[in-house]
Nanobody, 124 residues
Framework: QVQLVESGGGLVQAGGSLRLSCAAS????????MGWFRQAPGKEREFVAAVSWSGGSTYSADSVKGRFTISRDNAKNTVYLQMNSLKPEDTAVYYC?????????????????WGQGTQVTVSS
């Protein structure tokens, strides 16, 4: 069992930055692929970024490429999402997810554990 707790969300102006963190419980964190998803009001949850078990492979949605960076620190059982050049359309609840295999996927149904989410609001 893995428990995930996100933090770092908030209100920021367009063009600003935020760093989200996701702290995971359990001693097997380093064997899990990790992902970030987001859900805006009235929309489906969508893939944002993902990282492999070692941090050696990362994947990002086209909408955030060049602006968001995912990383992980296995010694701290934590995955991060650095968000720069934020836009109002990035406003959503951001969720951290864990997949009990080493490599991630962009499909939310293939993740096994989810955090409770953290709100990110970008004002224009």
């Amino acid at each position: 069992q893995v428990q995930l707790v996100e933090s770092g969300g908030g209100l920021v102006q367009a063009g600003g930055s935020l760093r989200l963190s996701c702290a995971a419980s359990g001693r097997t964190f380093s064997s899990y692929a990790m992902g970030w998803f987001r859900q805006a009001p009235g929309k489906e949850r969508e893939f944002v970024a993902a990282v492999s078990w070692s941090g050696g492979s990362t994947y990002s949605a086209d909408s955030v490429k060049g602006r968001f960076t995912i990383s992980r620190d296995n010694a701290k059982n934590t995955v991060y999402l650095q968000m720069n050049s934020l836009k109002p359309e990035d406003t959503a609840v951001y969720y951290c997810a864990a997949r009990s295999v080493r490599y991630p996927t962009t499909f939310r149904y293939e993740y096994d554990y989810w955090g409770q989410g953290t709100q990110v609001t970008v004002s224009s």
